[in-house]
């Protein structure tokens, strides 16, 4: 079955423990991306690589790391998480990113930063 | 002021009705729109896009782009409880650009 998988899809840590959210995708595509998304704030970009080796930030970086190692993994890093990166987070894979690809999501992430 | 506007409802309506959800935007550089459907505790999947101006219809689902007046539509008709979910439009200016999306609204379509 294609899909996106995250792991894990639940998580409590305190500030500045180092965490990390995986990210994986078997459809092949070259491109994938974080989001975080927000009450009355909508999905925000966070993160996206075009493909291996190959990332760049979206809308709300401050905070976040990732790598792009091997096309089908994508995680996302948090060096020193704080309150306010408390969120749902989502993981998205499309072909190659182009105008009408379609963006495949995962089940979410919640994270609270306590 | 949001690059793009979405009323976060909730919206609630009877079975059988047709529902209008629709986004402004302020970027005139969007060509790409989108709506996704959210169940809650899933993840978004996309419903419709729409390349530049126009109108494109699937099934009960009809989306609309007017560029003129950076408003986009989708119209629901003959709506069912499930399609009771929250909806998002998203959109991007060129292919491979990051996509932003509106706030979501909240649709209840009650038996």
């Known amino acids: 079955e294609a899909q996106v998988t995250q792991n894990p899809r639940y998580l409590i840590t305190v500030t500045g423990k180092k965490l990390t959210v995986t990210c994986s995708q078997n459809?092949?595509?070259?491109?994938m991306s974080w989001y975080r998304q927000d009450p009355g704030l909508g999905l925000r970009q966070i993160y996206y690589?075009?493909?291996?080796?190959?990332?760049d930030k979206g809308d709300v970086p401050e905070g976040y790391k990732v790598s792009r190692k091997e096309k089908r993994n994508f995680p996302l890093i948090l060096e020193s998480p704080s309150p306010n990166q408390t969120s749902l987070y989502f993981c998205?894979?499309?072909?190659?990113?182009?105008?009408?690809?379609?963006?495949?999501f995962g089940p979410g992430t919640r994270l609270t930063v306590l | 002021q949001k690059e793009v506007e979405q009323d976060p409802g909730p919206l609630s309506v009877p079975e059988g009705a047709i529902v209008s959800l629709n986004c402004t935007y302020s970027?005139?550089?969007?060509?790409?729109f989108m709506w996704y459907r959210q169940y809650s505790r899933k993840g978004p999947e996309l419903l419709m896009y729409t390349y530049s101006s126009g109108n494109k219809e699937d099934g009960r689902f009809t989306a609309q782009v007017d560029k003129s007046s950076k408003y986009i539509s989708l119209f629901i008709r003959d709506s069912q409880p499930s399609d009771s979910a929250t909806y998002l439009c998203?959109?991007?200016?060129?292919?491979?650009?990051?996509?932003?999306f509106g706030g979501g609204t909240r649709l209840m379509v009650k038996p």
């Open positions: 998205a894979s499309s072909l190659a990113g182009g105008g009408t690809d379609t963006q495949y």
């Open positions: 970027n005139s550089a969007f060509q790409y």
């Open positions: 459809m092949n595509h070259e491109y």
């Open positions: 998203a959109m991007k200016a060129n292919a491979g650009n990051m996509l932003t």
């Open positions: 690589s075009m493909n291996v080796e190959v990332t």
